[in-house]
């Protein structure tokens, strides 16, 4: 009897323990490795030679990934200069000194090491083929130490630390913060201003009239403005009569001009040439009407022009 009971429990105890068991399961949190999830980088960096650099935004990211004891990094950063960098799925890298010849990846330890690349300095542009332009630069950019004081280190989906991207890119530092000072920058020689506000994003403007000394485009100078007036500076008098052989004085004040760009012609030939923008003359004995012609260059390189005529009073005689 007591051998029946128990070929009966075995199988019902069985059954219990197994129930028990998936119940467990299902309820107890599983306790995942470090790095078991993908999870993104996020931040800036910075290079004198192309601005800044987003790590991540409304449509691109740069992912960290788990690998063995690694994590790999795949995705694209931004630059407003030279477009896409990708990290991840890239081949024939460069065999320089110091450097791995592998896609970027995080140590245990937090180091970077291997490359990203500007796709920009691709033949077709966009990284869909590796091969390099014609110019020199191949867009690379090495991540990890070569023992110059370089490369970058990953602390709590932040990079920070600088890599060395070549003459065109330079040293870029990132910096894991996503926020920045306000600034006005003038790059590309002086003829665009790039602004980049508190989340790091930045505005380039070409500046048609040049960058200024505060990092802005500046305004298109005024245009020179005044007459050239005859016997008063004021109000401008441009048509006068003097006696025949007499002669008169010209005035003239003209704003927004060069120094000393002004020069006064007379049909007569009179001529006075290296004025200043505020002067006065006296012409000749005047014996026939004379047209006089003011030439300065303004300050936007422009020429300025203003005339004025001198008659003569008719003489009459008795008959």
Known sequence: MKEHIY??????????????????????????????????????????????????GSSYDLTLAP???????????WSDNIGW?????????????GTQAIN????????VVGWARACAGTLPGDCSSMTSRG??????????????????????GTLTGFA??????????FNGSSSCSVTYTCIDNNTESQFT??????TTTVCANGCGSNGQCMNPPSPANGCLSIGVPSPCTQNARVRSGSTATLYWNITNVNPNSCSVTGTN????????????????????????????TGTSGSQFTSTATVNVVPSYQEL
């Open 7 to 56: 070929k009966i429990a075995s199988p019902v105890m069985a059954v219990i323990s197994a129930t028990l068991l998936v119940f467990f399961l299902l309820l107890v949190p599983h306790h995942q490795p470090l790095h078991a999830q993908a999870s993104s980088i996020t931040g800036y960096a910075w290079s004198d030679n192309i601005g800044w650099v987003s790590l991540n």
């Open 197 to 202: 506000n508190s989340q790091c994003s930045t």
């Open 104 to 111: 970027a990846e995080v140590l245990p330890s937090g180091q």
């Open 85 to 97: 960098i990708e990290f991840g799925g890239l081949s024939s890298f460069p065999s320089a000194a």
């Open 67 to 77: 690998s063995g004891n690694n994590q790999v990094i795949t995705g694209y950063a």
């Open 269 to 296: 030939g009179d001529l006075w040439s290296g004025q200043p923008a505020n002067s006065q003359v006296t012409t000749r004995g005047i014996v026939q009407s004379t047209v006089y012609t003011l030439s300065c």
């Open 164 to 173: 060395w991207g070549s003459d065109v890119v330079g040293w870029l530092q």
């Open 135 to 156: 110019d020199g630069w191949d867009g690379w950019i090495y991540l990890g130490s070569t023992g110059n004081g370089d490369g970058l280190t990953l602390s709590n």
